[in-house]
């Protein structure tokens, strides 16, 4: 079992980081031809990053959007950040300090997490428009969240696992050395679905993480008057004349 | 035709129940064989389409960022779901932005990515067929690329990319439609959009200076083709015959006698609008484009004025300096932007709004008003959507907004705002837009017209609002055509520079 997960984790870890590269790779090199910003597009690049930090921190569109689909989607995404960042405390030796800081929010934040996407699946079960819109992955994409998120509260309060093994694992793994994990159902469980969501990510619609930064509507600064702006295969047209 | 009905306002509005399949039968004429052909697509369905289609498709995601990364991104949230105007009309789900777009992301997965490629059911995935093809051609054709989805995305997802992209595989496979690519050929024939050939062009500005003597007693000029001119007037040619669109082009007219500017149309570019950006295709935009710099160059002016054209005013103000050098801030070897810049005068943005124009010359006080002139109309502002959400006006953002409305309240008593749910950035499209101008679509363009027609209605009930002041030439005949199916008066829309027109004093300069 030990090696299976190690090498299951080295796989998923591999696709995930090489995909993800890869994606980001083709999002950078794609040239925008024209500029596109959205109003209210701000006039300086200061404005950009501010418009982005709002956006990915925020929601701020979504926010001016939907407050249903804003409250739970934000929930969700809030409580995930701070339940991976408490995870940071199973890969590093001392922990840091912020991470033991945040360590009992993080423990809650599985239950908001937990609460986020169960109310982003019940709009997109009874709303009839966003039925309309759902695949069959959308569904099963909240599922995976939720049955990793259900799997980890379970072990947190409930079945509780050996967490020091738990970390002697992972620590192990960084260092190319296979320690032996706790024999525990919910943990394999844990496990098996994250390595999941490290493999789906690079190939799915997750890819809206690094996507939102590439986003020409979003990233733009709004000076086309007093700036040229001309893509390579655009610019071409003119060097044949 | 006569049997079009205007839809019943909402009591409360709500989001519309679903009515999956209500608009699958509206659908704008195909182009056919010679209107194809004259602007160099294929004359008809070509026999290979499935593969060319496809091809077309990794060649546009290879070349545009924000196809990429839209095709992708989606997550399904629903956020745009309930924000687009022939959705609220029409209630058809695939009218919903993201059903729109999920159209063709249907086909990117299937053959532009691994889940689809392996799962196709699972994410939504589907083979390119003929009914596909057809699908996309009836709803890709029901989106004016007005961007209010775009405003509500998370992502910043803007459905007018995935329309245009998707005309421009379907117009390469040899499936144009007719409206849009038989205008594109005239503009190229002829100069402009209406096909006004230039001795009638000459002939109907003389009458305009006719028309103007009688009413004010002052020589106002409408200058053609003279070169050492400082201002080029381009402007959309509705401008030049239409009706209230007439009442602007004498508005700026005024202005320019007023302020003592020299100004000149152009005979060969007598076109603002560039439906080379509703049909999304590169070459057809730049073509277009290139007139304005051509005309520039020979008359040899120092300014260019964009008339109240709303897409006409975002290829202008967005793409024109990309498109064609009409701007500033080109890189010292850029030969062919410094060739024109060096010609411009940079105290000036270029191009410029004739909005952008008129409020400079109020603010230096180089124009006078009898408002009391507009006092029989109670304004309101519809904020055209190329304008809104594709450009901006002034050196400050929202420009766009500000300055149409100072302008009107520097020339008249009476203004008063429509819901802001409806106005500035969140403004509903008129429901013409985007090469959608059409009788063939005129079910879809009255239905379209609900959300604005609705809160229209609140500001006539509560204010007495009798105007709608508008700074588009599709708004303009959109809403003339539409404002009569609704129950009110057709001659309620109007120019921003049909008020300043109404107002301004000329003679005392």
Not at chain 2, 48 to 58: E, N, R, S
Not at chain 2, 316 to 322: G, Q, R, V, W
């Amino acid at each position: 079992m030990n090696t299976l997960f190690a090498i299951l984790f080295y796989l998923a870890t591999l696709v995930f980081v090489v995909g993800l590269l890869q994606r980001i790779r083709l999002y950078a090199n794609t040239p925008s031809p024209l500029l596109i910003p959205t109003t209210p597009a701000p006039v300086t690049q200061t404005g950009v990053v501010l418009r982005m930090t709002r956006e990915v921190v925020f929601f701020e569109s979504l926010f001016k959007a939907n407050l249903w689909t804003w409250s739970m989607g934000w929930l969700f995404h809030a409580s995930f950040a701070l339940v991976i960042m408490r995870h940071l405390r199973y890969f590093t030796e001392p922990v840091w300090g912020w991470v033991a800081l945040i360590q009992p929010f993080g423990m809650y934040a599985g239950i908001t997490m937990l609460l986020g996407l169960c109310g982003l699946w019940a709009r997109r079960l009874f709303v009839e428009r966003i039925r309309y819109i759902s695949t069959l992955s959308d569904h099963l994409m909240l599922v995976l969240f939720i049955c990793i998120a259900a799997s980890g509260l379970l072990m947190t309060f409930a079945v509780h696992t050996d967490v020091v093994g738990v970390k002697n694992f992972f620590l192990g793994l960084m260092h190319l050395n296979i320690q032996s994990l706790p024999a525990s159902f919910a943990l394999y469980v844990h496990l098996l679905l994250v390595s999941a969501l490290l493999v789906i990510l690079p190939i799915s619609k997750l890819l809206h993480a690094p996507g939102v930064f590439f986003s020409p509507t979003r990233n733009q600064t709004d000076n086309p008057r007093e700036k040229r702006h001309i893509a390579a295969w655009a610019a071409k047209f003119e060097s044949e004349k | 035709m006569a049997d079009i009905v205007a839809p019943a306002y909402r009591i409360i509005p709500i989001i519309p129940a679903l009515k999956p399949g209500a608009m699958e039968n509206v659908r704008s004429f195909v182009a056919n064989d010679k209107i194809q052909t004259a602007i160099g697509f294929p004359g008809q369905l070509v026999e290979d389409w499935h593969d060319k289609a496809i091809a077309k498709m990794g060649e546009l995601l290879g070349k545009y960022r924000s196809l990429r990364v839209f095709m992708d991104a989606c997550v399904h949230c629903g956020a745009c779901s309930d924000k687009c105007h022939y959705f609220i009309g029409t209630q058809d789900p695939k009218n919903m932005p993201v059903a729109r777009q999920d159209l063709m992301r249907s086909v990117y997965r299937r053959y532009f990515t691994l889940p689809g490629k392996m799962f196709p059911a699972l994410v939504g995935a589907r083979d390119l067929t003929k009914e596909v093809l057809d699908e996309w051609y009836t709803y890709f054709w029901q989106c004016s690329e007005c961007r209010r989805c775009s405003v509500f995305c998370p992502y910043g997802i803007d459905t007018a990319e995935i329309t245009m992209a998707a005309r421009e595989i379907l117009d390469s496979v040899g499936y144009g439609q007719k409206y849009s690519n038989e205008i594109i050929g005239k503009v190229h024939r002829i100069g402009n959009n209406l096909g006004l050939p230039g001795p009638a062009l000459a002939d109907t500005l003389e009458g305009l200076e006719e028309d103007v003597k009688d009413a004010t007693g002052i020589d106002v000029r409408f200058p053609m083709d003279v070169k050492g001119a400082e201002v080029l007037l381009i402007t959309p040619s509705a401008d030049f015959f239409a009706e209230p669109h007439i009442d602007s082009l004498i508005g700026y007219a005024k202005v320019f006698h007023a302020t003592g500017t020299s100004w000149t149309l152009s005979s060969m570019s007598s076109e603002a609008g560039n439906f080379g950006m509703f049909i999304g295709n590169y070459d057809q935009l730049r073509a277009i484009a290139m007139r304005i710099r051509t005309a520039a160059l020979e008359l040899g002016v120092k300014r260019i004025v964009i008339g109240e054209c709303g897409h006409a005013w975002r290829v202008a103000y967005s793409f024109l300096n990309t498109l064609t050098g009409i701007g500033d801030g080109a890189d010292a070897n850029d030969r062919f932007a410094q060739m024109l810049q060096k010609q411009l005068d940079h105290r000036y943005k270029q191009p410029s709004h004739i909005c952008e124009f008129t409020w400079d010359m109020i603010q230096d006080e180089r124009l006078t008003f009898d408002k009391e002139k507009n006092d029989k109309h109670i304004i309101t502002f519809h904020d055209s959507c190329n304008v809104a959400r594709g450009s901006r006006m002034g050196n400050y953002a929202g420009g766009q907004f500000e300055i149409p409305r100072n302008i009107i309240r520097a020339v008249a008593n009476n203004f008063v705002e429509m819901n802001p749910a409806t106005t500035r950035e969140k403004t509903f499209c008129c429901g013409g837009g985007g090469g959608l101008l059409t009788d063939d679509l005129l079910e879809l363009r009255v239905k379209g017209a609900l959300p604005r027609m609705e809160v229209l209605q609140n500001v006539v009930d509560e204010h007495s609002v009798n105007f709608m002041a508008t700074i588009c030439a599709i708004c303009k005949a959109q809403f003339t055509k539409i404002m009569p199916i609704y129950g009110f008066d057709r001659r309620m829309v109007g120019g921003v520079h049909q008020l300043v027109s109404n107002a301004i004093r000329l003679g005392d300069k």
